[in-house]
């Protein structure tokens, strides 16, 4: 016969389990703390993994430090610059892309972070030229109404070659673009604005406007 042993008062008081009687150096300490913080840590390596391919393949904030694009975006402008639909599709006129300097740029000091935003006046096989204060394309004059000011210089006609473009700023008086340069390679374009996220009076989209045929208005 079994006979059930009631526990005295003169008995020791059993060990108490709780994680305060542990010393916080032992190695039940370090894994139960683990374990407490294992589901932050996976969340918070997520998130950052997230954010990197987002970053590199889908979109990332730019910000705009010259003049170079007035009136269309002023200087302190953020962006948000998308990189799918050019995997899809290539530049268009009229699109303002942001890219890393070409080589010609490069050679006087330029580095590959030193990002430039301008717009798309011309894409491979088309024909521009610059004269009397007017951009032609394909023989044909360009209304603009999103520039600062007309050209004040000239260029003979020329045709942008294939996996080329070339590109200008609105501030066409003071930007360093293709007019100075030469020919942006495709590979070099990073993406396309699409929003300006600040200041807020001015958060919107940005409207990437092709010049209009002034012989069609």
Excluded: C
Aim: proline share 11%.
């Amino acid at each position: 016969m079994t006979i059930e042993r009631h526990p005295s008062p003169s008995d020791p008081p059993p060990a108490d389990p709780s994680p305060e009687t542990q010393a916080a150096g032992s190695p039940s300490f370090w894994r139960q703390l683990w374990q407490a913080q294992k589901s932050n840590v996976q969340t918070l390596a997520i998130a950052i993994f997230l954010a990197i391919i987002i970053r590199l393949f889908v979109a990332e904030p730019r910000f705009i430090p010259s003049d170079s694009m007035v009136p269309t975006l002023q200087v302190g402008d953020r962006l948000v610059i998308e990189k799918v639909s050019y995997r899809l599709h290539p530049p268009q006129v009229g699109d303002i892309v942001v890219f890393e300097p070409p080589r010609q740029l490069q050679v006087f000091g330029y580095t590959h972070d030193q990002a430039f935003i301008k717009r798309v006046m011309g894409v491979p096989g088309q024909i521009l030229q610059v004269q009397d204060h007017v951009v032609y394309r394909d023989g044909k004059p360009l209304a603009e109404n999103y520039t600062a000011e007309p050209p004040d210089y000239d260029i003979e006609p020329f045709q942008v070659p294939a996996g080329q473009y070339f590109v200008m700023g609105d501030n066409r008086n003071n930007s360093n673009d293709s007019h100075v340069w030469g020919f942006l390679p495709g590979e070099n374009i990073i993406g396309r604005a699409v929003f300006r996220f600040w200041p807020w009076p001015r958060v919107g989209v940005i409207r990437n406007s092709a010049a209009r045929d002034l012989t069609a208005i």
